[in-house]
């Protein structure tokens, strides 16, 4: 979080933030940051959250990129759980037709 805060005061410094946004920025990255990590231990929960109709569950087989694995300490902080996070994104998907 010093980072951020970090950050934050040198765009205020630099007149790229207004010094009077500056609380509400924080809050804002507070909020991200607890969404996320959330999203890490629920995603459909957390994009149902924001709005995103979750369907039915179902078999898929799925090829994944994955671009970075890291331990994620968002989750320490917030729910007290050490575990780590996969950061990637599905290059193919698609409805698995062969009985389980």
Do not use: C
């Amino acid at each position: 979080m010093q980072q951020v805060e970090q950050n934050i005061d040198d765009a205020i410094s630099q007149g790229k933030l207004d010094p009077k946004q500056r609380a509400a920025w924080l809050k804002r990255f507070d909020q991200h940051t607890k969404f996320m990590s959330y999203f890490f231990i629920d995603p459909a929960g957390a994009l149902a959250q924001i709005g995103a109709e979750i369907g039915p569950e179902r078999r898929i087989r799925t090829l994944y990129r994955v671009r970075v694995e890291f331990s994620e300490e968002e989750l320490w902080q917030h729910y007290g759980m050490l575990d780590l996070a996969t950061f990637g994104y599905p290059i193919f998907i698609a409805e698995d037709t062969e009985p389980a």
